[in-house]
């Protein structure tokens, strides 16, 4: 039947979903940095700690949380400013393109994934981040998504109009 989604087409939608919502807390991230100061950062990460939110203050958890935070407060801040708004208003931009089937941003947003899943890996190293590793299989997954739905955007519009077999 033309026009019913596959369990492919939904699952491509859901993850480029997921890229979005995590676009837009990117977004709202990099803005609610710009006005909190690193004190405040510090402030708010002892409290979480002391109230065993994360585990046991000495725990592992929350020491990955207290350094990250430390780490920040230390010079790291306009980096992490500057790279969530950037990646969020880059990756806002590809999910609307993806969303509207706009064929010409298929291989934008593959390379673009492709460059944020090689930055994630070589950061992840660089501060043996807990979080990358997670973040970078859900990009290789939509890396794959994207391909296929390209893929497959390209071989329909190469098929002529009245093909029966053609997707909607």
Do not use: C
């Amino acid at each position: 039947m033309a026009g019913e989604l596959t369990l492919t087409d939904k699952l491509f939608r859901v993850a480029v979903w997921i890229k979005g919502l995590d676009a837009v807390g990117q977004l709202l991230g990099g803005v609610l940095l710009i006005f909190f100061t690193p004190r405040a950062l510090t402030r708010i990460a002892h409290g979480i700690v002391t109230r065993d939110l994360l585990g046991p203050p000495t725990g592992p958890l929350a020491g990955h949380f207290e350094e990250a935070v430390q780490h920040f407060a230390g010079g790291a801040r306009a980096f992490v400013i500057g790279y969530l708004l950037v990646h969020g208003l880059i990756k806002l931009g590809l999910v609307i393109a993806l969303l509207r089937k706009e064929i010409r941003w298929y291989p934008v947003a593959i390379a673009a994934l492709g460059l944020f899943v090689l930055f994630e890996l070589i950061r992840g190293v660089q501060t043996h981040s807990l979080i990358l590793p997670a973040l970078t299989v859900l990009d290789i997954a939509i890396i794959v998504m994207v391909v296929k739905e390209y893929r497959e955007l390209r071989r329909d519009s190469a098929e002529p109009e009245g093909n029966p077999n053609r997707r909607g």
